[in-house]
């Protein structure tokens, strides 16, 4: 897999956040399939010449965002592709809906603020 990344050190994204996106970026576009087994913490951290801390960041939000799996002593792995992901932005969907709602906002000034979230975060994509 370490063939496959490419870290740019010049980049204003941190490391970390470069590792996460080609992670998920391969894991959606099917290049790093369902079940594939990632390596190790301290093994794609040597291989990248990163901390350990750095990956294990990386791994830890790949997780919480439903893209990899922990099998303990097993290893990690690519989850499957849309089943967690999709929950959980359906779930965030659900929050933020029901936050506009409290805080009074219209539907149209919800979809503006959503709108206007996702062109700030994709723009830095």
Same mark, same amino acid.
């Given at each position: ?41 301290? *093994?794609?951290?040597?291989? +990248?010449?990163? #901390? $350990?801390? &750095?990956? !294990?960041?990386?791994?830890?939000? %790949?997780?919480? =965002? ?17 089943? *967690?992901?999709?929950?959980? +932005?359906?779930? #965030? $969907?659900? &929050?933020? !809906?029901?936050?506009?709602?409290? %805080?009074?906002? =219209? ?19």
């Amino acid at each position: 897999m370490p063939q496959q990344i490419s870290l740019d050190p010049t980049s204003a994204e941190p490391p970390y956040e470069q590792l996460r996106a080609q992670i998920a970026d391969g894991a959606r576009s099917g290049r790093l399939p369902t079940g594939h087994r990632l390596p190790t913490v301290r *093994a794609l951290a040597q291989e +990248l010449g990163l #901390a $350990a801390n &750095t990956v !294990a960041k990386a791994y830890r939000t %790949l997780e919480t =965002d439903g893209v990899i799996e922990t099998r303990g002593r097993n290893g990690t792995f690519i989850a499957a592709a849309g089943d *967690a992901a999709d929950r959980a +932005l359906a779930e #965030a $969907a659900q &929050t933020y !809906a029901h936050r506009a709602y409290r %805080l009074g906002a =219209d539907r149209a000034a919800a979809r503006a603020a959503v709108e206007e979230a996702l062109r700030a975060a994709f723009q830095k994509g």
